[in-house]
Nanobody
Framework: QVQLVESGGGLVQTGGSLRLSCAAS????????MGWFRQAPGKEREFVGH????????AYADSVKGRFTISRDSAKNTVYLQMNNLNPEDTAVYYC????????????????WGQGTQVTVSS
């Protein structure tokens, strides 16, 4: 079983950048497909992006494509979400997630979740 802890959220102005971290413990991130999801107030949780277990494939929601990038540092057992050119619509609680199978990340049903980190983008 893997435990996930997100960090790096905060308040940023429109056009700014943040990098979220997802530190894993208990198991290595190389054993899991990793994903990022977010939930804005009054809205359902939505997919942001994911990285395959191999680390060779990434995919992103259309709303963040070209602005957000997922990366993995195996030595630190950490996955990152680099967010650039942020806008107020990106305001949400961001969650890191993991699954031993790529499929469950892609369909939004990962087995493991972090506690979330708040990102607020001011206009």
């Amino acid at each position: 079983q893997v435990q996930l802890v997100e960090s790096g959220g905060g308040l940023v102005q429109t056009g700014g950048s943040l990098r979220l971290s997802c530190a894993a413990s208990g198991r290595t991130v190389n054993n899991y497909a990793m994903g990022w999801f977010r939930q804005a107030p009054g809205k359902e949780r939505e997919f942001v992006g994911h990285m395959s277990k191999s680390g060779g494939d990434t995919a992103y929601a259309d709303s963040v494509k070209g602005r957000f990038t997922i990366s993995r540092d195996s030595a630190k057992n950490t996955v990152y979400l680099q967010m650039n050119n942020l806008n107020p619509e990106d305001t949400a609680v961001y969650y890191c997630a993991a699954s031993p199978q790529d499929y469950f990340i892609r369909v939004g049903r990962p087995q493991y979740w972090g506690q979330g980190t708040q990102v607020t983008v001011s206009s």
